[in-house]
């Protein structure tokens, strides 16, 4: 089992800057990938990026140079810097941990969710 607990999000204005971590623990693998999805209301969660354990990054198109992502393998710890906000970036915010099992399969958890908005 892999606990996600996410922090940060909040209440910010257009333009501005807000900062999401997400520290993994528990059987945390050698080899595994994280990152953060989002959901806006009524519409389907979509990747917002993903890192790998080796440091492979995986940005939506949408990001458009706006966003960073970044891994600490040291804590499990997966950050997510989103700098230029839009109106359209407001979401609830996933993290989300994948990797494999013994069999070779696919196994991922998410987080709770945080909250971001953005607006005037």
């Known amino acids: 089992q892999v606990q996600l607990v996410e922090s940060g999000g909040g209440l910010v204005q257009p333009g501005v800057s807000l900062g999401l971590s997400c520290a993994a623990s528990?059987?945390?693998?050698?080899?595994?990938?994280m990152g953060w999805y989002r959901q806006a209301p009524g519409r389907q969660r979509e990747l917002v990026a993903t890192?790998?354990?080796?440091?492979?990054?995986n940005y939506a198109d949408f990001v458009k140079g706006r966003f960073t992502i970044s891994i600490d393998n040291a804590k499990n710890t997966v950050n997510l810097q989103m700098d230029s906000l839009e109106l359209e970036d407001t979401a609830v915010y996933y993290c989300h941990y994948r990797t494999k099992d013994a069999f070779l399969r696919y196994v991922e958890y998410w987080g709770q969710g945080t909250q971001v908005t953005v607006s005037s």
């Open positions: 528990g059987s945390i693998s050698r080899d595994y990938t």
């Open positions: 890192i790998t354990s080796r440091r492979t990054i």
